[in-house]
């Protein structure tokens, strides 16, 4: 438990020094559908990390063949059976962003997603998850 807070406090001061340098928000991939999105994620920190991943979920809603429409549990093998403890939540988020530009249709959670980019309906893709993006991830005024 002390070698996991001591792990959390040291990634947080680096994101810190990091803030100073960009403090801007990360928003939707640029040139994919989510673009200008802000997309909420919920991380859960095992007792054990970093020998164990965190487990991340969306919490804004998301078309996407790699992220369960209605759970938002998030298919990525970092995530799962190719976690390493060299692995930060910082490399984690950057990942999930990866993931969101570069969709794997082969191991969908959303199938109606995966099927999409599998017939090669791009389009159809790209509008639905723009749509979603719209609805569930616009960025709040006021």
Request: charged content about 20%; glycine content about 6%.
């Amino acid at each position: 438990m002390q070698a996991s807070r001591a792990r959390l406090f040291k990634e947080y001061k680096e994101v810190q020094r990091e803030k100073a340098v960009d403090p801007g928000i990360q928003l939707g991939p640029t040139e994919t559908p989510y673009e200008g999105g802000v997309f909420q994620l919920a991380f859960s920190i095992p007792e054990q990390f970093p020998l164990q991943p965190p487990q991340v979920r969306f919490l804004t809603k998301i078309f996407h063949p790699n992220v369960h429409f209605k759970t938002g549990e998030i298919c990525l093998d970092i995530l799962k059976n190719a976690w390493s403890p060299a692995w930060t939540l910082q490399s984690v988020c950057r990942a999930i962003i990866a993931l969101m530009a570069h969709p794997e249709a082969d191991s969908p959670l959303n199938c109606d997603s995966g099927n999409l980019l599998r017939s090669g309906d791009i389009r159809g893709y790209q509008s639905m998850a723009r749509m979603y993006a719209r609805l569930a991830a616009s960025a709040k005024k006021g």
